[in-house]
């Protein structure tokens, strides 16, 4: 029922037009075979005339031109059906009723293509542009109308993501976690940083040595890092270069470099291989128990290592194997009287096997020992006191390795050490030996390392085997702000000499800070105090120093 009402109240609107005069009168003919609809207001033709008189009536022909297009023109998406075929006894249900009102928001309606015609009765309606209009007109229900701006519609239903924003320029910028840090430069598939560091020293004792005199020193430190950018294997080089000179005071002409390298691939079924590279040229400490008494400066040290390794998981079962060599080169001593004494006696390689088997008792501990085996050989196989000092180096450790992420990662073990020499005269060095190397972070912008070693230092004295130096060093880094960087270190160290009873306590400290004026330089300061104290004459000092200078990173 409610469909026929609705069609009825489509088919009323056409009949009433006819019956104003607009259209004429429609036959059945022109509407394809059915009764004319008749309006409520005049009597029925058949009432009137009869049947005879129905089909005398002319046809209808439309005044205007497309008013209603044929039935095989006709758009079935357009056009009603019910236009074409109306029910011979349909009734118009809504006869004498007021037509309802277009609630359609105001709108501007544009002419259509072809204008319709007006009909004979109705005068000739000028056509405007853009003529604002409140409802929209018969003769105009097939023209465009014009819609207000899109930008003003409102519209709940469209994609947030396609509203309009604001300029790139006037969003908020994502804050910067470390707006000081080095931004590097990309070099191929590494990233570089470097830093430059350039200021003066005032010490207290510019050899760190016994009876040494105060000195201003200018002092340049340049350091590099290169660390690869790869997806499955890693790569990092670190390199850093020292030159000191003496502006007044004790005359101190020293320089030092040194380069590391190191290389990881992942081989892919739990198995990996690393190696590494090393460089170290510097003088020989002043405090060295192999120092040459008299020397203008000692003698330079050249010092080349490399290793190479593989390590196996199976299971939770860890092995490893690793090669390391190690080759000693020393120059010429120069005597303050002039003159000088070779060193090359003390030109040695040692090579080494390292064997270490672990259990991974849990995802971040896994207890490991360790053995080494090793030979020491020496360039000349008598030195020029007449003793062949290549040796046979024996050690082995237990130890615990960590992996907490960036919370507490390293490890550390402690074991036996022991080197016997090729001359029986020669008393063999041993000992306990000691390794650490553990990164903590309490909390973030915090760091605290601890190192450990122990090396076995041979000798040049006749009769002399060397001795057996344990070193550790806590350091930490915090930051304070983000352009405020504090840092202190704390470090020991005894050395132990073979076949005696002397010994030397080592202790230095140190305290500095960085203030970041912007992401690429600051100003830098540091504390240092160094002292030694020994049983065994002329080898007590004591060295304090404070640096001043600028730093600049990229």
Same mark, same amino acid.
């Given at each position: 029922?409610?469909?026929?009402?609705?069609?009825?109240?489509?088919?009323?609107?056409?009949?009433?037009?006819?019956?104003?005069?607009?259209?004429?009168s429609l036959s059945a003919t022109g509407t394809g075979g059915s009764a004319p609809v008749q309006s409520a207001a005049q009597p029925s033709v058949q009432d009137q005339s009869g049947d005879a008189e129905?089909?005398?009536?002319?046809?209808?022909?439309?005044?205007?031109?497309?008013?209603?297009?044929?039935?095989?023109?006709?758009?079935?998406?357009?056009?009603?059906?019910?236009?074409?075929?109306?029910?011979?006894?349909?009734?118009?249900?809504?006869?004498? *009723? !007021?037509?309802?009102?277009?609630?359609?928001?105001?709108?501007?309606?544009?002419?259509?293509?072809?204008?319709?015609?007006?009909?004979?009765?109705?005068?000739?309606?000028?056509?405007?542009?853009?003529?604002?209009?409140?409802?929209?007109?018969?003769?105009?229900?097939?023209?465009?109308?014009?819609? %207000?701006?899109?930008? %003003?519609?409102?519209?709940?239903?469209?994609?947030?993501?396609?509203?309009?924003?604001?300029?790139?320029?006037?969003?908020?910028?994502?804050?910067?976690?470390?707006?000081?840090?080095?931004?590097?430069?990309?070099?191929?598939?590494?990233?570089?940083?470097?830093?430059?560091?350039?200021?003066?020293?005032?010490?207290?004792?510019?050899?760190?040595?016994?009876?040494?005199?105060?000195?201003?020193?200018? *002092?340049?430190?340049?350091?590099?890092?290169?660390?690869?950018?790869?997806?499955?294997?890693?790569?990092?080089?670190?390199?850093?270069?020292?030159?000191?000179?003496?502006? $007044?005071?004790?005359?101190?002409?020293? $320089?030092?470099?040194?380069?590391?390298?190191?290389?990881?691939?992942?081989?892919?079924?739990?198995?990996?291989?690393?190696?590494?590279?090393?460089?170290?040229?510097?003088?020989?400490?002043?405090?060295?128990?192999?120092?040459?008494?008299?020397?203008?400066?000692?003698?330079?040290?050249?010092?080349?290592?490399?290793?190479?390794?593989?390590?196996?998981?199976?299971?939770?079962?860890?092995?490893?194997?690793?090669?390391?060599?190690?080759?000693?080169?020393?120059g010429d001593a120069e005597l303050s009287g002039g003159g000088s004494i070779s060193q090359r006696d003390r030109d040695s390689t040692l090579a080494a096997l390292v064997l270490r088997g672990g259990y991974q008792i849990a995802p971040a501990l896994t207890p490991f020992v360790e053995t080494e085996i090793g030979r020491r050989f020496y360039d000349q196989r008598v030195d020029?006191?007449?003793?062949?000092?290549?040796?046979? +180096?024996?050690?082995?450790?237990?130890?615990?390795?960590?992996?907490?992420?960036?919370?507490?990662?390293?490890?550390?073990?402690?074991?036996?050490?022991?080197?016997?020499?090729?001359?029986?005269?020669?008393?063999?060095?041993?000992?306990?030996?000691?390794?650490?190397?553990?990164?903590?972070?309490?909390?973030?912008? %915090?760091?605290?390392?601890? %190192?450990?070693?122990?090396?076995?230092?041979?000798? !040049?004295?006749?009769?002399?085997?060397?001795?057996?130096?344990?070193?550790?060093?806590?350091?930490?880094?915090?930051?304070?702000?983000?352009? +405020?960087?504090?840092?202190?270190?704390?470090?020991?160290?005894?050395?132990?000499?073979?076949?005696?009873?002397?010994?030397?306590?080592?202790?230095?400290?140190?305290?500095?800070?960085?203030?970041?004026?912007?992401?690429?330089?600051?100003?830098?300061?540091?504390?240092?105090?160094?002292? +030694?104290?020994?049983?065994?004459?002329?080898?007590?000092?004591?060295?304090?120093?404070?640096?001043?200078?600028?730093?600049?990173?990229?």
């Amino acid at each position: 029922m409610l469909c026929m009402s609705t069609a009825a109240m489509f088919c009323t609107l056409p009949a009433e037009a006819q019956d104003t005069g607009l259209r004429g009168s429609l036959s059945a003919t022109g509407t394809g075979g059915s009764a004319p609809v008749q309006s409520a207001a005049q009597p029925s033709v058949q009432d009137q005339s009869g049947d005879a008189e129905q089909d005398a009536q002319p046809q209808y022909d439309p005044t205007s031109t497309g008013a209603i297009p044929p039935l095989d023109q006709a758009d079935p998406n357009v056009i009603d059906q019910n236009l074409y075929s109306l029910p011979a006894n349909a009734e118009d249900t809504f006869a004498g *009723e !007021t037509p309802p009102t277009n609630r359609r928001r105001p709108s501007v309606a544009r002419p259509s293509a072809q204008a319709p015609v007006p009909a004979a009765n109705e005068p000739p309606r000028p056509v405007r542009e853009n003529m604002r209009v409140d409802t929209v007109d018969e003769d105009l229900r097939t023209s465009a109308v014009r819609m %207000t701006n899109v930008n %003003t519609m409102d519209n709940d239903d469209t994609d947030q993501r396609a509203q309009r924003v604001q300029a790139i320029e006037g969003l908020r910028r994502r804050q910067d976690d470390r707006p000081f840090d080095p931004v590097g430069m990309r070099v191929g598939s590494f990233v570089l940083r470097s830093s430059l560091d350039q200021g003066l020293t005032a010490t207290s004792n510019a050899n760190a040595s016994y009876g040494g005199s105060s000195a201003v020193l200018s *002092e340049t430190a340049l350091r590099l890092n290169a660390v690869s950018d790869w997806s499955r294997h890693a790569a990092v080089v670190n390199a850093h270069g020292n030159l000191r000179r003496t502006l $007044s005071g004790e005359e101190v002409k020293d $320089s030092e470099i040194g380069v590391d390298a190191r290389l990881d691939l992942d081989l892919g079924d739990e198995l990996r291989a690393f190696g590494t590279l090393g460089y170290l040229r510097r003088p020989e400490s002043a405090s060295s128990p192999a120092a040459v008494a008299g020397t203008l400066s000692q003698p330079i040290r050249q010092t080349l290592t490399g290793s190479a390794g593989l390590e196996k998981a199976v299971g939770n079962a860890r092995f490893g194997i690793a090669g390391r060599l190690q080759h000693d080169m020393y120059g010429d001593a120069e005597l303050s009287g002039g003159g000088s004494i070779s060193q090359r006696d003390r030109d040695s390689t040692l090579a080494a096997l390292v064997l270490r088997g672990g259990y991974q008792i849990a995802p971040a501990l896994t207890p490991f020992v360790e053995t080494e085996i090793g030979r020491r050989f020496y360039d000349q196989r008598v030195d020029a006191g007449g003793y062949e000092r290549s040796s046979t +180096l024996l050690g082995a450790r237990a130890g615990l390795a960590l992996d907490m992420g960036e919370k507490l990662s390293g490890e550390f073990s402690a074991g036996w050490l022991r080197e016997t020499f090729d001359d029986d005269r020669l008393t063999p060095i041993s000992g306990p030996a000691i390794a650490a190397a553990l990164a903590w972070s309490p909390e973030r912008g %915090t760091i605290v390392n601890l %190192t450990a070693t122990t090396t076995a230092e041979g000798a !040049t004295g006749a009769g002399e085997s060397g001795s057996i130096l344990h070193a550790a060093q806590l350091s930490a880094v915090r930051e304070i702000r983000a352009d +405020l960087t504090a840092n202190a270190a704390l470090g020991f160290g005894y050395r132990d000499y073979a076949g005696s009873n002397g010994y030397d306590n080592i202790f230095n400290a140190e305290l500095g800070a960085v203030w970041w004026m912007n992401r690429y330089a600051g100003l830098t300061g540091r504390l240092r105090h160094e002292r +030694l104290r020994s049983n065994l004459p002329y080898r007590d000092y004591d060295a304090n120093s404070v640096f001043l200078g600028v730093t600049v990173q990229r």
